[in-house]
């Protein structure tokens, strides 16, 4: 008896007006999550832009989800394996009315951006999360109570050593940067360690910017070797009673970050012309608040230290003159 055949079915293909809503979700996202990036973004072409907003609110979304602590820790993994199930569900052309995977799998087909990044940089968001799940079933396995010390009371140095914090850098910050500059536009495979090193930069900044509210959270992520260079004690990163402390300690961190920036530079010149200027607005946007945070000699306690509205708009014009000129 001969077997029926059926067609096979056609890959889902959403309508322009469906990826127009889409991208229109992700710019929302972007403006109002992405508060340094957005910036940069906009003085890109439209379908570039659009893509880097997709990238974005796919990252947001990884975060919310491995940030939301009213979730158990195995929950969340188990949601950021699912969420990054559905990319690959949707990349494989099967229905999704999910505009954030309807605006990425559009992005990544039309920059040829590679599944494996996409997937780092899911991962990526999720790795304090890990930490904390085996450091979970290390205590459960020595018959220990799980270390759970309210906000502030209890402080963990997330790595041991430099070489370790740059690995963390990479899955959160270089991975993006690797995304960014297949969307950017390039050839010479010189780019690559160059994007890398810019997201250091970024990620390294943030670090400094955001000790005290790490802190506050129960996270330190500057190098214990550093710490022990400069004398000080986790404890002291409870009460920050004497900022002056911790300057020499973040004045380190803060000259590895400039000569990371210095690789955003030399970026410059392997991207795309029409790139160029995003490039700039976020590289000089990054390293202007590093200079900002110096200038407080590392007082990152007494507030959070961010560009202001005008200090943005200021780059971004520059920005827009050299994409006209």
């Known amino acids: 008896m001969n077997a029926a055949v059926h067609p096979m079915p ?16 992700c710019r929302g996202i972007t403006r109002s999550a992405a508060k340094n990036f957005y910036y940069g973004f906009r003085v890109l072409p439209k379908a570039k832009r659009q893509a880097l907003c997709a990238v974005y609110a796919f990252m947001r979304k990884c975060d919310d989800i491995t940030d939301d602590e009213t979730v158990p820790p195995q929950e969340r993994r188990n949601r950021l394996h699912a969420w990054l199930d559905a990319f690959h569900q949707a990349h494989a052309g099967k229905p999704t009315d999910d505009p954030v995977l309807l605006a990425l ?27 904390n799940l085996e450091q979970q079933l290390s205590d459960e ?26 690995q963390y850098c990479y899955g959160v910050a270089s991975v993006v940067g690797l995304v960014c500059i297949r969307i950017f536009g390039y050839r010479d495979p010189a780019a690559e360690p160059l994007a890398e090193r810019c997201g250091l930069a970024f990620q390294l900044t943030n670090i400094i910017r955001d000790v005290k509210e790490d802190a506050a959270m129960g996270r330190i992520y500057l190098p214990l070797e550093d710490l022990k260079k400069f004398g000080i004690a986790p404890a002291e990163f409870q009460t920050f009673s004497d900022p002056s402390r911790f300057a020499p300690l973040l004045a380190l961190e803060a000259d590895r970050a400039r000569e990371c920036y210095q690789s955003g530079e030399e970026l410059l010149n392997f991207i795309e012309e029409d790139s160029q200027p995003a490039l700039w607005v976020l590289v000089t946007i990054y390293r202007k608040l590093l200079e900002k945070i110096a200038s407080r000699r590392y007082n990152v306690f007494a507030g959070k230290i961010r560009l202001s509205t005008g200090e943005k708009l ?12």
């Open 141 to 166: 396995r020595e018959g220990r109570a799980a270390a759970a010390a309210p906000s502030g009371d209890g402080i963990k140095i997330q790595y041991s050593t430099f070489e370790e914090l740059r």
């Open 105 to 131: 799998t559009d992005a990544q087909r039309k920059f040829g951006i590679p599944l494996g990044l996409l997937d780092e940089l899911g991962f990526g968001t999720g790795r304090d999360l890990e930490q």
């Open 10 to 25: 056609q890959p889902f293909a959403p309508t322009e007006s469906q990826l127009a809503m889409a991208y229109s979700v």
């Open 314 to 325: 200021n780059i971004l014009a520059k920005g827009l003159l050299k994409r006209l000129l």
